[in-house]
């Protein structure tokens, strides 16, 4: 999908901490063991399962991609309580939304952390008017 429409777009894979290198991915696909730092300032777009590196990169204003397909349905064991990425649960939804999302961010801007507070505060009402809706 990336290769055949943005020739200018690399991928990569950051295996999580307790993880194996995995030895099946594409050639195609580097694999980067930066720090959750370095991955929030080198990358426009993030795609993973819940996450709280797909988390992080969401309050930095990244676009994100929430894998919620049937081959990692037992992957994960407590989801994130609050919807913070797009979440796609077949092939097709993968690739509308990587589509929409690179189409998006081909200007994106650099990592920018100006007004984190702001962002974590309206992040943090966001979450809490959700938790609120769930209660009523």
Sequence with gaps: IVSEHYS???ISYRPHPKEKTPCWLPEV???DDSSPD???AKYDVYMGLDSILLF???LAGRPCIMLRLPEF???SDTAIPYMYAKEVVDMDELVYQIKDVLSDTETAPAFDASGSLHKCEMFLNDFLDSVRICDA
Excluded: R
Aim: hydrophobic fraction near 40%.
């Design 8 to 10: 200018q777009c690399s």
């Design 38 to 40: 370095e991955l929030l």
């Design 73 to 75: 349905e037992d992957v």
């Design 29 to 31: 696909v580097e694999i």
């Design 56 to 58: 992080e990169a969401n």
